[in-house]
């Protein structure tokens, strides 16, 4: 097939690399603008636009797709598929009328569970114990096209949000190339999505940081985990701001929020309690919690 592909952030990479290295032909590549980051505010190409380039596929960065001139470019291209994974950007109806074989998104849950932004750190913050990628036709609603095909992975009881996306990434890259093969044989009936069951997932932000140690110590686990690598849990220790990495459960029990050992550093929850592995405090590196133990003073009965 001829492909166009549409996405900007890593998740997106792998599609794409395995795409190009398919018999499929990847004519042309749409990613967000390059946008400046960090704090010297240097303007930063996406992840797939560098990808692209050590490809050799032509990219195009619109603002968005609903000008003429685009469209034109679009059609010009005649693609059979395009194929689209966290692009950023909404295709009108009249992109979506363009392709022989439609627009197929890659999607980080089993839908129609987790539509919108987070699907995968959501997953884990609620302790889910599966989940996996979807293909889907797209429409012009919000991840509520009919499924081509799923492929599913269990979550382990520690892995983060960030370890799960790479996985993630990796079987949507897979996924599409199956995909792709059945819809040209015709061995694919797509499926209508269960309205019923669907919720929605809103953008991550710091407001999910704070831990509240009366939750339990499952809550809170998934809490850390889940919003490993960004935007990370927190918590105060004398006064000042902590991040914490990553935890694992533990049996222990207490007053919710105290430090019931030091060696292993472990906080009491409302129910059960967890082990901090590794953490970052204010100012500081990342560390484990035995060397911020041996650098600070603390007392087993201290409250976060």
Not at 170 to 193: C, N, R, S, V
Request: glycine share 8%.
């Amino acid at each position: 097939m001829n492909i166009v592909f549409m996405g900007t952030p890593d998740f997106a990479v792998p599609a794409l690399e395995k795409l190009a290295g398919s018999r499929h032909t990847v004519t042309a590549v749409f990613t967000m603008p390059d946008k400046p980051r960090g704090r010297k505010m240097i303007m930063t190409p996406p992840d797939v636009k560098v990808c692209a380039q050590k490809l050799d596929i032509p990219v195009y960065q619109p603002i968005n797709l609903r000008g003429e001139d685009t469209q034109e470019k679009i059609k010009e291209l005649a693609p059979d598929a395009i194929v689209v994974a966290a692009y950023g950007n909404i295709l009108p109806q009249a992109v979506l009328d363009i392709p022989k074989y439609g627009c197929i998104n890659i999607h980080g849950s089993i839908l129609p569970k987790y539509r919108g932004a987070a699907p995968i750190q959501q997953a884990v913050l609620n302790g889910d114990k599966i989940t996996g990628v979807t293909t889907m036709l797209m429409d012009a609603g919000l991840d509520t096209g009919d499924i081509l095909q799923v492929s599913k992975t269990e979550i382990g009881e520690n892995e983060t949000s960030g370890e799960l996306f790479d996985r993630l990434a990796q079987m949507g890259g897979e996924l599409i190339l199956k995909t792709l093969d059945a819809l040209e044989k015709g061995e694919i009936t797509p499926q209508k999505q269960d309205e019923s069951l669907a919720t929605h997932t809103r953008k991550i932000d710091k407001s999910y940081c704070p831990i509240d140690f009366t939750k339990t110590a499952f809550q809170v686990h998934n809490q850390i985990r889940g919003l490993n690598p960004w935007p990370v849990a927190t918590t105060r220790i004398n006064g000042k701001s902590v991040k914490i990495y990553s935890s694992r459960l533990c049996e222990k029990s207490g007053e919710s929020g105290t430090i019931l050992s030091l060696n292993p550093l472990v906080a009491a929850c409302g129910e059960g309690s967890i082990e901090i592995l590794e953490l970052q405090p204010e100012g500081k590196k990342r560390m484990t919690a035995a060397a911020f133990v041996a650098g600070h003073k603390l007392k087993v009965g201290e409250k976060f």
